[in-house]
């Protein structure tokens, strides 16, 4: 009877626990160097948000993944064997946040970079710009791009990938 009544006594305090929502984070090197990202969740200013503990379900890639976090930090399951484009993308009960990073990898370990959606507008935008304004240089554009997309998608960045970048950054821009 007593365990019962200590087990119904805990039950607030784990609910309270699950309330907490990421409201930001971001990707750096697991800090044993073996080839895993470590996702950091943030507070609003900006630091490590280490009330966050439990589980919280991200999507990597397209792939519903279950994230344990301690004390703000979790570690995905998956290793990086080489440079990358990986989309994270968490949804809580206000609303969803996802992030491009290109995770470069050489023998020191890992090093990931964020990519804002809005460069997939931009940079296409300006070699356009550019191509209009010599109309001599329209085929070396287009062989550029198809360079680009080549090089991108050899790397792990498919369309899907770009145009989810592209809407959450319009997203957080907006919202």
């Known amino acids: 009877m007593k ?3 200590f087990f119904l006594l805990l039950i607030p305090f784990w609910a309270s626990a699950q309330q907490q929502n990421i409201q930001d984070f971001v990707i750096k090197e697991n800090l044993s160097k073996n080839g895993k990202l470590a996702v950091v969740a943030l507070d ?6 280490e009330t966050i503990n439990g589980n919280y379900m991200f999507t990597i890639n397209g792939f519903s993944q279950a994230l344990q976090f301690h004390d703000g930090v979790a570690v995905p399951n998956q290793k990086i064997e080489s440079s990358t484009f990986v989309f994270f993308n968490h949804k809580n009960q206000e609303k969803s946040k996802g992030r ?16 804002s959606g809005l460069m997939f507008l931009i940079i296409p935008a300006i070699v356009l710009g550019i191509a209009y304004m010599f109309k001599k240089v329209i085929m070396t554009a287009i062989a550029l791009a198809i360079v680009f997309f080549i090089f991108n998608h050899s790397q792990g960045l498919d369309l899907s990938k770009i145009f989810d970048s592209i809407f959450s950054s319009l997203k957080n821009l907006l919202g």
């Open 3 to 5: 365990k019962v009544l």
């Open 44 to 49: 609003s200013v900006g630091n490590t948000n």
């Open 100 to 115: 491009l990073f290109y995770v470069y990898k050489t023998d020191n370990g890992l090093s990931p970079f964020a990519i």
